[in-house]
């Protein structure tokens, strides 16, 4: 049994689930006044539903470099 070391990736994973989870309630904040039919925010609020991606992509590297820091080395 192989246990991989402890914080490989850690770090980034919960960065990215952070950063994603900001994206997401930023996400509902801005479609919020299209339903409501109150004046839209400016393009701004737009650019930070951004980090929805941007969190999964450092939380996906994070898993990547836990990975290989688990693989057996040839």
Do not use: N, W
Request: hydrophobic fraction near 60%.
């Amino acid at each position: 049994m192989s246990t991989s070391p402890s914080g490989a990736g850690d770090l980034l994973v919960r960065v990215g689930a952070i950063v994603f989870f900001v994206g997401a309630v930023a996400t509902l904040v801005t479609m919020a006044p299209l339903f409501l039919g109150s004046e839209p925010f400016p393009s701004l609020a737009y650019a930070v539903c951004m980090l929805m991606g941007v969190g999964f992509l450092i939380a996906a590297a994070g898993v990547v470099r836990s990975a290989r820091a688990a693989a057996p080395k040839p």
